[in-house]
């Protein structure tokens, strides 16, 4: 099917960046949020990406200004009865994410393609939430962050899941500048199954002081070649959201070496959350 218009719930940090690389690839989009001033935020954000693009000579301002008159931000829920797309891409908690596709299913058209960018959830299990009928044009579209720049999209089936889905996720992912990997409906899909216990092995050495953070990280970048060190990219992603991942993989796996480390809980609880707040197990300079 043809996907010309869609629906983005959720205008944080993955939210507006799905919506700004739908609206890059010539496709009309509402940023949704239940608080206009949320909305609004993100669309301002991704304007202001647009315009960093545009002073770098990445992009001509004309061209900046198409995408972000595509981009339209709204409270309206009812806005996703025009959508020929739902992405959904709030926080990672399966109550919350059960709860807004409930509703959606309930004002979508029929041929609405339903996409959650959750990390780590079960599709078959976010599915329960959604009419049977609307089961087969659900699937899981993660992006990674930041959206605009990281070239992957994990492809989630669930087990309703069909062809024709399958299909026009994977050609609109394609369109987008994306390259496509498919993953089954199982804890953590492909990359975060990889990627979470290499994250808690490195706090745990840290735990034990066999190295500094910064050793650590070091020895993960030069010596086994990664862009980024673990502990690095767990406050890039969010040490909130990394240790919600880890929550739900330890609980669906019964896995030791999924269990979040206390470290990284304690974080969390003192509002240290990485990049966003300012501090996480590195500090950032504000601004």
């Not at 595509?70 to 829920?77: E, F, H, K, Q, S």
């Amino acid at each position: 099917m043809s996907i010309e218009r869609a629906f983005v719930a959720g205008a944080g940090l993955m939210g507006h960046g799905i919506a700004q690389v739908l609206a890059t690839a010539g496709r009309t989009v509402d940023l949704y949020e239940p608080e206009l001033a949320r909305a609004e935020a993100g669309r301002s954000r991704i304007l202001a990406n647009l315009g960093r693009a545009v002073a770098k000579g990445r992009l001509e301002p004309t061209t900046a200004q198409e995408i972000a008159d595509r981009i339209a931000a709204t409270d309206r829920i009812a806005a996703v009865g025009e959508a020929d797309l739902v992405i959904e891409a709030v926080f990672e908690d399966e109550a919350v994410k059960r709860a807004l596709w409930a509703e959606l299913d309930g004002l979508a058209p029929g041929r609405s393609i339903f996409a959650s960018n959750t990390s780590s959830i079960s599709i078959d299990r976010l599915a329960t939430a959604l009419a049977p009928a609307r089961r087969p044009a659900f699937c899981g579209m993660h992006f990674f962050s930041p959206v605009p720049v990281m070239p992957l999209v994990e492809l989630i089936r669930g087990s309703a899941t069909d062809e024709t889905t399958v299909a026009a996720v994977r050609a609109l992912a394609t369109d987008l500048g994306k390259q496509v990997i498919v993953s089954a409906d199982r804890p953590g899909f492909i990359v975060n199954r990889i990627l979470m216990p290499l994250v808690a092995e490195a706090i745990r050495a840290l735990e034990e002081g066999i190295g500094t953070a910064e050793d650590i990280d070091t020895g993960a970048r030069v010596g086994l070649n990664h862009p980024m060190g673990p502990l690095a990219l767990a406050d890039f992603i969010g040490l909130d959201v990394v240790l919600g991942v880890m929550n739900v993989l330890h609980a669906d796996l019964g896995d030791e070496r999924f269990a979040p480390p206390r470290t990284l809980a304690d974080l969390v609880a003192a509002g240290k959350l990485g990049q966003k707040s300012g501090e996480g197990f590195f500090r950032y300079p504000r601004g």
